[in-house]
C-alpha cells in the first residue's frame, strides 16, 4: 500500500544506501592517509554525480512502484467487479448498449447528413433549390448565363434496363449534362468522363456514350481492363463505354450509387416521342452550380436573380396571371457540399429524433451506473474506513474507484463497439426499400470514434468521481466509532435521489414516445386501402423496342394485358396508367360549376383504367355502372369518380348523370360522370383517401409507352414470373418488364415508420429495465442505510409489512416526482413529433397514462425485492453487530 | 542484450555467490579479485543491484554494518543462482567466438 510514508521511505532508504557507500569509502581513503574533508571531497567524486544518480535512482524506483501499484489496482478493482456480477453485467450492458446505441446511429448521421461528397472542393457546391427544373431552363442557363459561375450542370436520377433481351435488368442511373463530370471536378478511372461534346442531339462524335461505375465494371465485365469502347445495351438500345469511375465516387447522392451515366442529351433516344428535353411543363432536373472562387453564396444567388425574367421566361406557365408572379419568383441556392439525396430528406428528421431518444437512454445508462457505483461504495464503507485508519490516503482509495470505473467503462465501450457494428449493419439493411438498395459509407471516422471515446470518458469520470463524494463525508474514527454505520450527509442523499427522479423521468418520455411511434405504425400498417393487396402483383411494363403507334397504344395495352393474364394462377388482370401506392401522381383542375377559372386548389387525382380494373382491385362500384368496352375512343366520353369526390365537388347534385370539366383551360374537357367508386388511397397511406377521378384507357389521350398491369393472384405465386415471362415474350418480344408485389410495395413505403417504431420500442424497453435497476440499487441502499433503524422497529413490534411499506412509501414518492416531470417533458416534446404520427394524437392521453402505470409498476416491483429483504432481517442479529 | 549491462550483472552475481554483502563490498571484491582491472561505477552498481532486486534475482534486507552503520545487504534467490549459471554460460560462449574472431586474423 503507498502512500506518503512509504515515498519518503523509499526516498530516505536511496538516500541512505548511497551515504553509506561514500562513508566506507571516506573510511577507506583516511585509511590510506587521507584528511576528513579531502576523503570526502575525493570520495564524492568517486562516486560521480551521487545526487544525480539519487534521482535517477529515485525515478526508477518510483516508477517500478508505480506499475506495481498500478497492478495491484487492477487486480483488485477485476476482483472486487466480480464479487458483485449482476451489478457488474448490469452496469457494462447499460454502458455497452447505450454507447454501441450512440455510435451505430451516429454512424448513420454521419453517413447520411455530415460526411461531405468525394469531389474537388465540395464546399463550393450549390444547389438550385426547390423541387426539379425543366429542361428549357437548364439550356437557358447553359447557354446564356454560364460566366456567372464557375461550373453548373444538370442531372436527373432515372432507371435503365441493361438487359439486351427478355427479363429486365434495372439499375439505378443519372442523365448528366456534358459538364457533370467537369463541375464535380471528378477523375476518371479508366478511359474518360462525359464531356460536353457528348451531351449534343443525336451523339457527339463518339455516338451515344455511357461511363459505368466500378461496381458495375466489376460485376458484370469482370473488372477487364479492355472495357473502353465495349457495348452496353441501355435499354435495348446500344451505347459505347468510353470510361469507368474512380472507386471513390459513388454518386451526386448520399445514399445511392448509380451504376450509368448518360449524357443528358440521349435522353431523346432513350423515351423517344416521350423525351422531356423540349418540354416546358416537365419539371425533372436538378440543377448544381460550382460557385467561383471567393463567390459567397449569397452573392451567387443575387447573381442568378439577376438573369431570373430572362431564364423563366422559357418555360411559362400556362394562366396569365401566374405569370407575373412566376416571373418574379426568387431563385434559392442551397449548400451542396454534403450532397443531395432524397433518403437523407427522408429520413433525416426521424433519425435526428431517434438519436436524441438514443442520447436519452445514454443519460438513463449514466445515471444508472453512478447510482449502482455509490451503491457499492456505500455498501464498502466499512471496508474504506478501516483502510483510511490504517493510513491509506483519500487519494489511494479515490485511484482504486477510479481503476474499477475505468474498468467498466472500457469493456462496456468496447462491447459498445461491437454492437455499432453489428447493429449499424442491421439498420442500414432496413432502411433500403427492396427497390432500391441503399449504399452507405459507413466507415467508422474519427468523429464516430471521437464521440464514442468522449462518451466512455465521460461516464468514467462522472462515475468514477460519484463514489468519492460518498467517501468524501466520512471521518474515519466516526466511521469505526459507530461501529461501521457511518454518517451520511443529506445532501448526498438527495442527489441520488435526483437522478433516479431524472431516470424515471427520461423513462417515462421514452416510454411514451415507443407507445406513439409503434401505434402509428400499426395504424400504417393496418390502415385501410380500399382494395385488398394481398392477392395483387403489379408489373410495371415498358414498350421498349416494340413499334406502336400513338393511337395503337390502348389495343397494345390490352394485348398485352391478355396475355398476363393466362399466366399461371392469374384470376383476373387489367392495365392502367397508375397504379395506387406507387408514389407517383397525376392530377388535374377540376372545373368550377359556374365555368369560372378555378383556384389552385381545387384539385383531384386522376387514373386511367382498363376493363376489369375495378373489379381486379377488390373495389366496389357504389352507384351507377363501371367503366366497360362500350366507353371506346368515339363514345361520350365519361369518367367513374370516388366517394371523396363526390363529396367534395358533387355534394349538393346527384353525382350519377352530373357533368364535370377536368384538366386546365386549353386542354379541359367535360365528362359525364357514370359510376361511383369506394374510396381508396392514391399515393400514400399516410395522405389517406383522396378525391381520383378514373378515366377510362380507351378515352384517355397520349397514353404512354410504359404502364402496369396489376394481377389478381389469389394462389400459389411460384409459377408465374416464368409464367409472364413466357406469356409476354409470346405477346411481344420487345416488351421489358418488372413483377413486384403489393404487399412488397407497401412494405417499402412505411420502411420509415418501421425502423422507428423498432427502434424506439427496443428503447422504450431498455429504458424501463434501466429504470428497473436503478430503482432497486437506490432502494438497496436505503435499506442499508438504515438496517439498525429497521432492526429496531422490528424489536419494538413493528410487523414486516410495516417495515415494506415504510420503504415503498419514500420510493413512492420519488417515483411520483419523476413520472410528473415526466409526463411534462412529453407534452412539451410532443409538437415535435406531431408530423410523423399517423392517427395518434401527440399527447394522446391514454398513452400517457399507460406509461406511467407501466413505469409505476416496474418501479415499486423493482423496488419491493430489497424491501422484502429489509423485512425479512433478524432484529437480534443486527442490533447486535 | 545491453552487452556492457549484460556483463555487469554477471559480475555482480558472481560476487553474490557467497554470503550476502553490501554496494561498497560487491565493489571492493570485484576489484581486488581482479586486481585492479576491473572497477566499477558506482552509479552504474546501483542501477544493476536495484533492477535486479525487482527483477526477483536478488533479495535486501537492511543490517547493521560490522562498524555499526544501517547498510542494505543483497543475497541471491533460487531465480537468481539460475541466472548466474546462465550468464556464465553466456560469456564463456562468447569468449569462444570472440577467441576464434582473433585467430582467424592472425
Known amino acids: 500500500m503507498e502512500n506518503k510514508t512509504t515515498k519518503t521511505r523509499q526516498t530516505k532508504n536511496i538516500d541512505d544506501e548511497v551515504q553509506f557507500h561514500i562513508d566506507e569509502a571516506v573510511d577507506t581513503l583516511i585509511g590510506q592517509g587521507w584528511t576528513r574533508e579531502a576523503a570526502r571531497a575525493e570520495a564524492e567524486r568517486r562516486f560521480g554525480n551521487s545526487a544525480r544518480y539519487r534521482r535517477r535512482l529515485t525515478v526508477m524506483t518510483r516508477a517500478a512502484a508505480i506499475r506495481e501499484a498500478l497492478r495491484f489496482d487492477w487486480r483488485n478493482a477485476v476482483r472486487s467487479l466480480r464479487a458483485a456480477p449482476v451489478v457488474t453485467i448490469a452496469a457494462i450492458l447499460s454502458l455497452g448498449l447505450g454507447v454501441g446505441a450512440n455510435t451505430a446511429l451516429f454512424s448513420i448521421v454521419n453517413g447520411l447528413l455530415l460526411k461531405p461528397l468525394p469531389v474537388h472542393e465540395p464546399d463550393r457546391l450549390a444547389t438550385l433549390a426547390g423541387d426539379d427544373w425543366t429542361n428549357p431552363i437548364w439550356e437557358r442557363i447553359r447557354d446564356q448565363h454560364a460566366p456567372l459561375f464557375a461550373g453548373a450542370t444538370a442531372w436527373a436520377n432515372e432507371s435503365f434496363d441493361l438487359a439486351p433481351a427478355g427479363a429486365s435488368e434495372v439499375v439505378d442511373g443519372i442523365f448528366a449534362s456534358g459538364s457533370f463530370f467537369d463541375v464535380l471536378g471528378i477523375q476518371p478511372g479508366l478511359g474518360r468522363l462525359l464531356t460536353t461534346g457528348d451531351d449534343v442531339r443525336g451523339g457527339g462524335s463518339d455516338g451515344p456514350v455511357v461511363v459505368i461505375s466500378q461496381a458495375l465494371w466489376r460485376r458484370r465485365f469482370g473488372g477487364t481492363p479492355a472495357i473502353v469502347g465495349r457495348t452496353l445495351s441501355v435499354n435495348r438500345l446500344p451505347f459505347t463505354i468510353v470510361g469507368v469511375l474512380p472507386p471513390s465516387f459513388f454518386g451526386p447522392e448520399v445514399g445511392r450509387a448509380p451504376d450509368v451515366y448518360l449524357p443528358l442529351a440521349s435522353e431523346a433516344l432513350i423515351r423517344g416521342k416521350e423525351s422531356r428535353l423540349d418540354q416546358r411543363s416537365s419539371w425533372w432536373l436538378s440543377l448544381l452550380v460550382r460557385r467561383h472562387p471567393g463567390q459567397t453564396l449569397d452573392d451567387a444567388a443575387a447573381a442568378l436573380n439577376g438573369a431570373r425574367a430572362d431564364i423563366r421566361a422559357v418555360t411559362m406557365p400556362s394562366r396569365p396571371e401566374a405569370q407575373q408572379q412566376y416571373l418574379t419568383e426568387n431563385f434559392r441556392l442551397a449548400d451542396a457540399s454534403t450532397g443531395t439525396s432524397a433518403l437523407r430528406s427522408r429520413f433525416a428528421s426521424p433519425l435526428i429524433i431517434v438519436t436524441i431518444i438514443v442520447a436519452g437512454v445514454l443519460l438513463i445508462a449514466c445515471a444508472n451506473l453512478a447510482n449502482l457505483m455509490l451503491a457499492r461504495a456505500t455498501a464498502r464503507r466499512q471496508e474504506m474506513s478501516v483502510r483510511l485508519a490504517l493510513g491509506a490516503s483519500r487519494a489511494r482509495i479515490g485511484r482504486q474507484m477510479l481503476a474499477e470505473a475505468l474498468l467498466l467503462s472500457m469493456t462496456g465501450s468496447v462491447i459498445g463497439l461491437l454492437i455499432a457494428q453489428w447493429g449499424g449493419a442491421l439498420l442500414v439493411r432496413q432502411l433500403g426499400s427492396s427497390v432500391s438498395s441503399v449504399t452507405l459509407n459507413l466507415s467508422t471516422d474519427w468523429r464516430v470514434l471521437g464521440l464514442t471515446a468522449a462518451i466512455a470518458i465521460v461516464t468514467t469520470i462522472f462515475f468514477g468521481l460519484a463514489p468519492l463524494s460518498a467517501l468524501t463525508g466520512i471521518e474515519p474514527n466516526q466511521a469505526l466509532g459507530q461501529s461501521g454505520r457511518g454518517v451520511v450527509g443529506d445532501r448526498r442523499v438527495s442527489v441520488r435521489n435526483a437522478l433516479v427522479i431524472v431516470q424515471i423521468a427520461l423513462s417515462v418520455v421514452l416510454v411514451v414516445a415507443a407507445s406513439l411511434f409503434v401505434r402509428t405504425f400499426h395504424g400504417l400498417a393496418t390502415a385501410p386501402l380500399g382494395f385488398s393487396a394481398d392477392e395483387l402483383v403489379i408489373v410495371n411494363v415498358d414498350a421498349g423496342r416494340s413499334t406502336v403507334s400513338q393511337d395503337g397504344m390502348p389495343e397494345f395495352y390490352q394485348r398485352v394485358t391478355d396475355a398476363a393474364a393466362s399466366a399461371p394462377g392469374v384470376r383476373m388482370a387489367a392495365s392502367s396508367v397508375l397504379t395506387p401506392l406507387s408514389g407517383q401522381g397525376w392530377n388535374d383542375p377540376v372545373g368550377m360549376p359556374d365555368g369560372s377559372p378555378p383556384p389552385r386548389d381545387r384539385m383531384t387525382f386522376v387514373n386511367a383504367v382498363g376493363p376489369g380494373w375495378f373489379a381486379a382491385y377488390g373495389m366496389r362500384i357504389l352507384a351507377g ?91 400459389d405465386r411460384r409459377a408465374l414470373t416464368a409464367g409472364l415471362h413466357e406469356a409476354l415474350r409470346q405477346a411481344d418480344p420487345g416488351l421489358a418488364f418488372s413483377v413486384r408485389s403489393y404487399s412488397d410495395r407497401i412494405g417499402a413505403a412505411i420502411a420509415q415508420e418501421r425502423i422507428v417504431a423498432m427502434l424506439s420500442g427496443f428503447f422504450g424497453l431498455l429504458a424501463l429495465m434501466l429504470a428497473g435497476i436503478g430503482l432497486y440499487g437506490v432502494t438497496s441502499y436505503a435499506v442499508s442505510r438504515r438496517t439498525r433503524e429497521v432492526a429496531m422497529r422490528m424489536a419494538l413490534g413493528a410487523d414486516a409489512g410495516n417495515v415494506v411499506r415504510l420503504i415503498l412509501r419514500n420510493v413512492a414518492v420519488i417515483v411520483v416526482i419523476g413520472a410528473t416531470i415526466g409526463v411534462a417533458l412529453s407534452m412539451w416534446a410532443s409538437q415535435f413529433v406531431k408530423a410523423l404520427l399517423f392517427e395518434v394524437e401527440a399527447r394522446d392521453p391514454l398513452t400517457l397514462v399507460a406509461a406511467v402505470v407501466t413505469l409505476t409498476t416496474v418501479a415499486l416491483f423493482a423496488a419491493w425485492m430489497p424491501a422484502r429483504r429489509a423485512a425479512k432481517l433478524d432484529p437480534n442479529i443486527v442490533l447486535r453487530q | 542484450m545491453n552487452f556492457l549491462q549484460g556483463t555487469l550483472d554477471v559480475l555482480i552475481l558472481t560476487a553474490l555467490a557467497g554470503a550476502p554483502l553490501h554496494g561498497y563490498d560487491i565493489v571492493e571484491w570485484i576489484r581486488t579479485t581482479t586486481h585492479g582491472s576491473v572497477v566499477i561505477d558506482d552509479g552504474a552498481l546501483y542501477m544493476a543491484l536495484h533492477r535486479m532486486e525487482r527483477r526477483g534475482w536478488l533479495d535486501a534486507e537492511w543490517r547493521n554494518s560490522p562498524k555499526g552503520r544501517r547498510a542494505k545487504y543483497y543475497r541471491l534467490t533460487a531465480e537468481g543462482r539460475k541466472e548466474l549459471r546462465a550468464g556464465e554460460k553466456n560469456w564463456t560462449k562468447f569468449a569462444d567466438a570472440v577467441a576464434k574472431v582473433f585467430a582467424a586474423r592472425s
Do not use: C, W
Open chain 1, 625 to 715: 355502372r363501371d367503366l366497360n368496352r362500350l366507353d371506346a375512343k368515339g363514345a361520350p366520353p365519361v369518367v367513374v369518380v370516388n366517394e371523396m369526390f363526390v363529396r367534395r365537388f358533387l355534394s349538393d347534385t346527384p353525382p350519377i348523370g352530373a357533368r364535370v370539366t377536368i384538366g386546365s383551360a386549353p386542354r379541359a374537357q367535360t365528362f359525364e360522370v357514370v359510376g361511383v367508386v369506394n374510396d381508396a388511397v392514391y399515393r400514400s397511406a399516410r395522405r389517406g383517401m383522396v378525391p381520383t377521378i378514373y378515366h377510362p384507357l380507351e378515352q384517355a389521350g397520349g397514353l404512354g409507352r410504359s404502364f402496369s398491369v396489376t394481377l389478381n393472384v389469389p394462389g
